[in-house]
């Protein structure tokens, strides 16, 4: 028997397949869902979290500048703030490196608020980011104002550093959504196999009762749902049939009594039938001769009435009654025989 037929003849193993294929579905659709909702709002945790840091590192750059300025005037000096000044300060407080956090390949930057570098036109821009396309590369640019000063930190990434979170985010649920397939369809065949298994005992007791053992032990059913009431009909069943078995039993034993009495009987009548009709054939052959002796010699009177002698009626009259008292006898003895038969 192949696996597709043991398949189509297995309740059980069609149940798992079509409540399996109802759970794999169902929780393909809902990690689809997950999947969709969850791109969506690590997109936005990343963008957050990346001008979140931008705007920090800005705010203690800019608090710097304003101690540095404040010093600088009250010991009178002149203070020019330039892009390198601002630029040194960014690599010694190690902030450079905060954006690499959340995007690993981030490289911070500083740019002027009228500048068009990388091709980005960020003239004026404020905090906020954008996608563009760099070298045949899609890129991502978070841009931060330095307080009001005509500086803007800039922090540039390859999508891939946004895109690959997705996809380690669809190899996570894809592994986490397997197992829980997995243990579900598992759990699910235990638990079907488990209720079903006496469905699969009643119906091999089923079949070898139809193939004629009525005494095949069924257990007494414990439990009230539709298997146990199966159980206790089957059980009921086979005592029927077993009844009826017996019963007819006794019938086929008397009904061959009474066939084997009834061919004693034929036989006897078809032997009675054989004698009689033998006596008949013998008596038939026995009273042919008298006959003839009878109706012989009353020919003889009719044709020689006339001219016969006294001596000739006395011999005609003596074969007349010799012929008549053997078909006499031998109508006493059928008669007789009759009457014994």
């Known amino acids: 028997m192949t696996l597709l037929q043991k398949i189509r003849t297995s309740f059980s193993t069609q149940l798992s397949i079509w409540?399996?294929?109802?759970v794999v579905v169902t929780t393909v659709i809902v990690i689809a869902l997950l999947a969709t909702y969850?791109?969506?709002?690590?997109?936005?945790?990343?963008?957050?979290?990346?001008?979140?840091?931008?705007?920090n590192i800005a705010l203690r750059i800019d608090n710097t500048l304003k101690q540095e300025e404040i010093t600088a005037r009250l010991e009178?000096?002149?203070?020019?703030v330039s892009r390198e000044r601002v630029e040194r300060l960014l690599e010694e407080s190690g902030e450079a490196e905060l954006p690499k956090q959340s995007l690993s390949n981030a490289h911070i930057f500083v740019t002027l608020r009228d500048s068009s570098q990388l091709a980005a036109n960020i003239i004026g821009t404020e905090s906020g980011y954008c996608q563009l396309v760099y070298d045949n590369k899609e890129m991502f640019i978070f841009t931060q104002p330095v307080g009001n000063r005509p500086f803007c930190l800039a922090a540039m990434c390859p999508a891939s550093d946004i895109y690959d979170r997705y996809a380690f985010m669809y190899r996570i649920l894809a592994c986490w959504s397997i197992g829980v397939i997995l243990v579900l369809i598992y759990i699910l065949y235990i638990v079907i196999a488990r209720?079903?298994?006496?469905l699969h005992r009643l119906a091999?007791?089923?079949?070898?009762?139809?193939?004629?053992?009525?005494d095949t032990q069924i257990p007494e059913a414990h439990t009230k749902h539709e298997a146990g009431r199966l159980q206790s009909s089957l059980k009921k069943m086979q005592q029927s049939l077993r009844t009826y078995m017996d019963e007819m039993q006794q019938k086929?034993?008397?009904?061959?009594?009474?066939?084997?009495?009834l061919q004693a009987a034929y036989e006897q009548a078809q032997a009675y039938e054989k004698k009689k009709a033998k006596f008949l054939h013998d008596m038939t052959e026995r009273m042919a001769a008298p006959v003839e002796l009878v109706c012989r010699t009353t020919n003889s009177?009719?044709?020689t009435h006339t001219i016969m002698s006294d001596e000739d009626y006395a011999k005609h009259e003596a074969n007349i009654t010799k012929g008549t008292e053997e078909i006499t006898e031998l109508l006493d003895q059928l008669i007789k025989e009759a009457a014994d038969s």
């Open 19 to 22: 409540v399996s294929g109802l």
């Open 38 to 55: 969850s791109e969506e709002g690590i997109r936005n945790e990343t963008i957050d979290t990346t001008l979140q840091g931008l705007e």
């Open 76 to 80: 009178k000096k002149r203070v020019r």
């Open 195 to 198: 209720h079903l298994r006496s």
């Open 204 to 214: 091999d007791t089923a079949q070898r009762i139809a193939d004629g053992d009525l």
């Open 252 to 261: 086929q034993t008397t009904l061959s009594a009474h066939n084997a009495e």
């Open 301 to 303: 009177i009719c044709q």
